[in-house]
């Protein structure tokens, strides 16, 4: 169409209105501020998620934080357009009051109900204890021992626990072995000087203090697991005063019998039964031997000598020996052989 002086042209566009696409967004149920973090599921897929704690559609409840919060999801393609949001809620752990330590004398034996814990409505576990918090003394066999009693406390998605400690004292006590471990060389000492003896308590508790008496005239200790030398052979009679909580308990322990080092310079391995082979009291842990003649010539060599060396197949004379232990403890001399 054409008119005068004026020019006008007509186009014809064509407009598609893309349909409202509706989104579904699968429910996050309430979630726990410690727990794991959850994937996000909506249809149709392509979509993009968003919102606190959104990361590459997995919600992370500790990124997010505690509260409720707004998650959306969110499509747009060739055939439609849409959102959805959904609110989810964080919660806080629940704050645990377990109640105080309790200690028992050996003489406090009997059952209890646990209190002075919160939040009401958690249940007890651990040893001697049910649900409800009742609490029976376990049977020691008199040597006190420390229960840990676990109280755990489930608020919807959230569990929280927290530790209440029951000590019980063992009695006083006397010979109460040492348990050492046995000296190979020398079986009737607990040692030979300089003697390290590592020493434990009959229980050892939380909170407890000790005062060890070592029987040789030295300070006492106040560690709760000391190792004292015995620098000097004798018979030692350690005793511990130990506190647990307002009970006073006294062990008297075994006597400690440290023997001397001794080095014989001679054996007669002639078949009497007697000094038939060089035994030294040198260490009561492993220890190597060599053997030597006068000229340096070694006879004899072991990585762990059993004190059983009698020259077998040697001469009567004079040999030079050389010990050394695990510990790196060192000896030389000389040994006579004579049948």
């Not at 509706?22 to 979509?47: W, Y």
């Not at 066999?141 to 420390?146: S, T």
């Amino acid at each position: 169409m054409a008119t005068a002086g004026i020019c006008l042209s007509t186009r014809r566009v064509r407009y598609v209105v893309a349909p409202p696409v509706v989104p579904t967004f699968a429910p996050v149920p309430t979630q726990c501020i410690v727990g794991a973090a959850v994937t996000l599921a909506a249809t149709p897929a392509g979509g993009t998620f968003s919102g606190p704690g959104v990361s590459n559609s997995r919600f992370d409840p500790a990124a997010a934080g505690t509260g409720t919060h707004t998650l959306t999801y969110s499509i747009t393609d060739s055939l439609g357009c849409g959102t959805l949001s959904q609110q989810v809620v964080v919660n806080r752990l629940p704050v645990i009051t377990p109640g105080r330590d309790t200690t028992l004398c050996a003489d406090l034996r009997q059952p209890f109900q646990l209190r002075g814990y919160a939040p009401a409505g958690g249940v007890w576990s651990g040893t001697g204890v049910t649900a409800g918090g009742f609490f029976t003394p376990p049977n020691t066999g008199n040597r006190g021992g420390v229960f840990p009693l676990i109280y755990t406390v489930t608020q919807g998605p959230c569990q929280a626990t927290a530790t209440r400690t029951v000590v019980l004292a063992p009695v006083s006590s006397q010979d109460v072995g040492l348990n050492l471990p046995e000296c190979a060389a020398a079986p009737r000492y607990a040692g030979l000087a300089p003697f390290d003896c590592p020493l434990s308590p009959v229980l050892l508790a939380p909170h407890a203090t000790y005062r060890w008496d070592f029987g040789d005239g030295s300070e006492p200790s106040t560690a709760a697991e000391p190792t004292h030398r015995y620098t000097q052979p004798g018979t030692y009679r350690v005793t511990l005063t130990a506190r647990y909580g307002n009970c006073e308990v006294l062990t008297g322990f075994s006597p400690v019998e440290v023997g001397d080092v001794f080095m014989p310079n001679i054996i007669t391995p002639n078949g009497d039964a007697t000094n038939q082979a060089f035994q030294p009291r040198f260490s009561c842990r492993p220890a190597s031997l060599e053997v030597y003649t006068r000229w340096g010539q070694r006879v004899y060599q072991t990585n762990n000598y059993h004190n059983n060396w009698d020259a077998a197949g040697l001469p009567d004379g004079i040999y030079y020996y050389q010990l050394r232990d695990a510990d790196d403890r060192r000896a030389k001399g000389w040994v006579e052989v004579r049948r």
